[in-house]
């Protein structure tokens, strides 16, 4: 899995689907055949105020979708946008949220 890159994201974010869970969003696009699957994590300063959190966040997600998107065919190319109160879920209420998700959005999980 690799990192959205800056001319992608505009992309994702004018043409992708969005799926919704009560905290976290997800905007996705199917990927050139060419290019691996990519994912992004946006977590403002309104979820928390603390660095550490938000990149806590980012790399619990990272975690997540990097084992939930391994065995993948298709190519995609998402970014995940946290909610507010997204920083008092547990890493298992997280993997929860993360993997219905992917799921409505028939990529993995």
Avoid: C, W
């Amino acid at each position: 899995m690799k990192r959205v890159t800056r001319t992608v994201f505009p992309l994702v974010l004018k043409k992708g689907h969005v799926f919704h869970a009560p905290h976290i969003s997800l905007r996705v696009i199917s990927a050139p055949e060419t290019v691996e699957s990519a994912f992004a994590f946006v977590v403002s300063r309104k979820v928390t105020n603390m660095a550490v959190k938000r990149n806590l966040l980012k790399r619990r997600g990272r975690h997540i979708v990097r084992e939930a998107t391994e065995k993948l065919k298709n190519k995609y190319t998402g970014v995940f946008f946290f909610k507010k109160d997204a920083d008092s879920l547990s890493f298992e209420e997280l993997q929860e949220e993360i993997a219905s998700l992917l799921s409505h959005a028939r990529i993995g999980g």
